[in-house]
C-alpha cells in the first residue's frame, strides 16, 4: 500500500568520494531539513524550485557543525517521484553520509525501501513498469549497446509500442461485446473472419516481440562463458589477451591456476562474461581436487564452452576427457600457439565432430584473436538483425505476461473461427488483457509490484 509519507536515503554508492547524496521525497521534505540546514537564503516556506542553497548541516542537539554542504529542492509535481525532493549534497564518507541521515530520520523521514523512490514514480503515474525496470537495467548495463536499449525503455519505446497493442485489443473486445449487448444486431455487428482477421494481425506483432527476448536478454545480462582445458594449453593466456591485460598469472609451469577468475568483456556489444578455470586433469592434492570442482560446477553452469587445445601438441587421453565431458554443449574449439610447428590442426578438430566452430590462434602474439571473437558473436547471436535499430524484450517478467497475452489471443482466435458465442470469445479477450497490463503495469498486484521493486538497490 502506497503510504504518502516522507522517504529518505542515501543515492551515492558507499565508499570515499567526492559527493555523496542522501535524497528525501515526500510531503515533508523541506520541513524535515529545515532544521539541520543553516543558510541565509533558505526558507522553507519561501524556498525556490530547482535552485542550490550553499549552506552546512549542524547537529540539532548542541548546533556542531558537520558539513559544508548544498542543498536541492524541487518541487512536486516536477520530479522524479512526482513529490517534493530535496537532496543534500555533502562529502562523501561513510560516517558523514550515516550521520546526516540519522538526523534526517530523527527528524520525522521513514528509511525508503529498496526501489521506493522508483515506485513512488510508478504509481505516481510518471512512469509505467517498463520503464521503471529500464532504470535498473541502465544501473546495470555491461555494455554500451545494452546502455542504449535500456535508454530507449526508460524513454517508452517499449511503453509506446503496449500501449498500440493494448488499444488494439481493447477495439476487438469493445466490438465483440457490442454483439453481445445487441444480440439482435448480432449478425450486422459481429464477423467472427472479421474477429479472426483482427486477432492474427495482434499476435503477429507480439509474436514478433515476443521472439526479441533471447537477443533483448543477451544485452542485458550477457552470455556466461567458461574457459577449459587440460593445464598448460594457454587458458590464462588467451583470458589475457581477450581483455587486452595482464589478469590472470600466466607461467610456463601448469596449474598456476586454482580458482576461476571472472572477468566481462564487449563483444560488439554484447557482454560475454568469461571465467578462466583450474586445467581439468586429475587433482594431485585437495586443493588440485576443489579446483576441479569448481571448474566443473562454473562448466556446469555456462552457455558457452571455449575449449582450448594446445596445436604444438598431439591430443592425449586428458583432451579426450574433457571432449567427451563437454559433448552435447554450445562449444568453440581454440587451437591455441599457432605461433610454433603445429601437431594437431583445424581439420584433426573438425573431424572429431565436436563442433564446427574452431579457430587457430596464439595468444602470446595476439593472433586469430579477431577471428575468435567474430566466432564468439555469431555462436552466441543468431539473429540477423541489427539491436540498435530495435524494440527488444529484456526481462522474463515481461516474457511471461506477453506469451500469456499470446496462449489467450489465440484461444480466442480458435474460438472465433469455430463459430463459437461472442461471450466465450470474450472470457479469453479480456484475460488477454489483464495479462497484458501486466507489463506495463496497469493490471498489476501488489505482491508483483513488491517483487518487481525489491531488485532495487536503497536509494533509487
Known sequence: MYQRDTITAIATPAGMGGIGIIKISGPDALHTVAPLFRCPLFNPASAKARHLYYGTIIDPQDSHILD???VSYMQAPHTYTCEDVVEINCHSGFVILQKILELVLQNGARLAEPGEFTKRAFLNGRIDLTQAEAVIDIIEAKTEAGLKIASRQLHGALSEKFVLLHDALIEIIAYIE????FPEDELEIYDSRDAQQQLSGIITEMEKLSATYQEGRLYRLGVNTIIVGKPNVGKSSILNALLGETRALVTPFPGTTRDCIQETISIQGIPIVIQDTAGLHEGQDEIDKMGMDLTRCRLSQAELVLLVIDGSQRLDDRDRAIIDEIKGRNVITIINKADLPQQFTVENARSLRLTDNVVLISALHNQGLDHLKELMYQTVLRFPHDSAAEILITNARQKNALDRTLAALHT?????????SPELIAIDLHAALQALGEITGTTSTEDILD??????????
Open 412 to 420: 480466442a482466435r480458435n474460438a472465433a473461427s469455430e463459430g463459437l
Open 68 to 70: 559544508e554542504v548544498l
Open 178 to 181: 457490442a454483439a453481445i449487448d
Open 451 to 460: 517483487r518487481i521493486f525489491d531488485t532495487f538497490c536503497i536509494g533509487k
